[in-house]
């Protein structure tokens, strides 16, 4: 069971009354997000955060989607990561390769993870390198509107604290705009070092999807699906500052993380 809301120019938000049903949906979403992408581009460009992100994408490895999603056609980057050795626990990249990555069909060569070997400054400064040449390989578009580059897929999950990708709450990286990939040496949840997209870039993507689970995200849903007024510092709850330019934002949440939400109709 799910209930669909139009949050207007804050996206579509749909909220499910079981972890199966948003597992379904999620994964009816992102196959039919890369049948568009790859009959219109060739690709499908996705970025994936950490967290319990990954365990909702169990659907999809099975069936239909292990034999109907077109998965050679899929490059896959992190929104974030964390600076740690890529077999290390605290590792994203193991975190997604563990869970998703070895079951599905997708080229390694197509996945795109941080240097383990380098510092966070520049394993952060490497993997913008990196997206800079898939944005000249074409496989990367770019954003009419401010020039970065434009994922066909970014999937985040808010943190208990409104973060997204490993943009937390007054951090001065939420400023940030010059660059596509920062770091952060003091992050509020551990591990404190992090590479992580820049706000720019997750709201260049074509399309954003955010997901929130349990009663933790609850307040940070509030802040960021109602309206806070013109008072509220959004760089409080770093959910409320995902607003796609020429994109579509949806959320997908459960029913404890939307219970504080003030929804008309
Ligand atoms: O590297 C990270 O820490 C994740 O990318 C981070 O953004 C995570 O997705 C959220 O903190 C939500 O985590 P949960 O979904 O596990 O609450």
């Not at 809301?5 to 909220?15: A, E, F, S, V």
């Not at 992100?53 to 974030?80: C, Q």
């Amino acid at each position: 069971m799910a209930a669909v809301y139009d949050l207007k120019q804050r996206g579509q938000l749909t909220i499910f009354d079981s972890f199966d049903d948003l597992a379904t949906d999620l994964a009816e979403y992102i196959a039919q997000l890369s049948e568009i992408s790859v009959k219109e581009r060739g690709c499908f460009t996705v970025a994936l955060s950490g967290g319990s992100l990954i365990s909702f994408l169990g659907k999809l490895y099975e069936a239909p989607y292990d034999k109907t999603v077109d998965w050679t056609k899929w490059y896959v980057l992190w929104a974030d990561e964390r600076a740690v050795s890529k077999s290390h626990p605290d590792s994203n990249y193991k975190l997604t390769k563990d869970n998703f990555l070895s079951k599905v069909p997708i080229l390694n060569n197509h996945v795109y993870s941080i240097n383990d070997n380098l510092t966070v400054e520049d394993a952060a400064m490497q993997y913008e390198f990196v997206i800079r040449q898939l944005v000249k390989a074409r496989i990367l578009n770019v954003s009419s509107i401010n020039d970065c580059p434009k994922f066909d897929l970014i999937l985040l999950s808010v943190g208990s604290n409104g973060s997204i990708a490993s943009l937390f709450p007054h951090h001065p990286a939420l400023e940030q705009s010059d660059d596509w990939i920062t770091y952060i040496t003091d992050a509020s949840e551990p591990p404190p070092e992090r590479i992580t997209f820049t706000l720019p870039v997750i709201n260049s993507a074509s399309n954003v999807v955010v997901l929130a689970t349990g009663e933790d995200k609850a307040t940070a849903m509030h802040f960021a699906v109602d309206d806070s007024g013109e008072e509220f510092d959004a760089s409080a709850v770093p959910a409320c500052l995902v607003r796609p330019v020429d994109g579509k934002l949806v959320w997908f949440m459960d029913m404890l993380a939307a219970s504080k939400l003030q929804l008309s109709g």
